[in-house]
């Protein structure tokens, strides 16, 4: 998709994060990130700002652990160190004028995590079976590539059109209400609705994740979140929660999923282009 040329290119972004454990589960697997960086300087993004895109890129992600309580932290520790080692590196590349092929640095970030979430699996028998979901969104200036494993979610919601999921579900539920055996009630609500056939780690020997492009302009909102949301949220109501005035936007999603269902872990990003 090309740049619009008939509106301002963007330049700022403005994002909020929140995750909370839920009504029923004891710890909270979800997590989150942010993150602002170039060829030499990574920095954590706090979980509500804003900032301009002009001379660094941008990366979010959500990861859901399984396996264990110690699931979610160890999937965080790793996603955060591979993707803070990787991305600057792609970034160098880019600015030289050389093709750093996006799509095959994300896959080989994902096959990164993978392996060390193998490897945490093969050396300790209290994460044996751990795994996790991934949905990462890397922005640049008018682009929003994504690479995604697992049930999470990447949403866009134009500013000027309907909200679209960027992902698949890699569940077997998924793939039939993507085709129209089930519809997205009958999908919610489906005993086998939380059965993966992909997770990074778990054991499984190759992962290929869903990879992606879209491109953006002022007045989109991109959303990122784990599987509680969606449990409690119909896309109808997600995109209700972005268009309603306020001042967070993941709050109201998180706060609205929990009102709704609050069965499991609950976590949301919101990044609007400004």
């Known amino acids: 998709m090309d740049q619009p040329t008939d509106v301002p290119a ?144 990447i949403y866009y919601l134009p500013g000027r059109g309907e909200l679209k999921q960027l992902t698949m579900d890699d569940t077997f539920v998924g793939w039939l209400h993507r085709n129209g055996k089930l519809s997205e009630y009958e999908a919610r609500t489906h005993p086998a609705r939380n059965r993966l056939q992909k997770a990074l780690g778990g054991g499984n020997q190759f992962v290929s994740p869903q990879l992606g492009a879209v491109g953006y302009e002022p007045g989109d909102a991109f959303v990122l979140c784990t599987d509680g949301v969606t449990e409690g949220l119909y896309d109808e109501q997600i995109a209700r929660c972005l268009r309603d005035p306020g001042s967070n936007p993941a709050e109201r999603l998180v706060r609205s999923a929990l009102d709704n269902s609050g069965r499991d872990n609950t976590t949301a990003l919101v990044i609007e282009v400004l």
Do not use: Q
């Not at 890129?57 to 160190?81: H, K, L, N, Q, Y």
């Not at 590349?93 to 392996?115: P, W």
């Not at 699996?121 to 969104?137: H, I, K, N, V």
């Open 10 to 153: 963007p330049t700022r972004l403005r994002w909020f994060g929140l995750t909370d454990r839920g009504k029923i589960r004891a710890n909270n697997e979800d997590s989150f990130l942010g993150l602002r960086f170039d060829a030499r300087d990574v920095h954590r993004l706090g979980k509500i700002g804003e900032a301009s895109i002009a001379e660094m890129d941008f990366a979010f992600a959500v990861s859901d652990g399984m396996g264990g309580a110690m699931a979610g932290e160890f999937a965080s520790r790793i996603t955060v160190d591979k993707i803070t080692r990787l991305l600057p590196r792609a970034f160098k590349l880019a600015a030289s004028g050389l093709d750093a092929g996006r799509g095959d640095v994300l896959g080989e970030l994902f096959t990164a995590i993978h392996a060390s979430m193998n490897e945490l699996d093969r050396s300790y028998p209290e994460c044996a079976g751990m795994g996790a979901t991934l949905s990462l969104a890397w922005f640049t200036p008018g682009w929003m590539f994504f690479a995604h494993v697992g049930d999470s979610r």
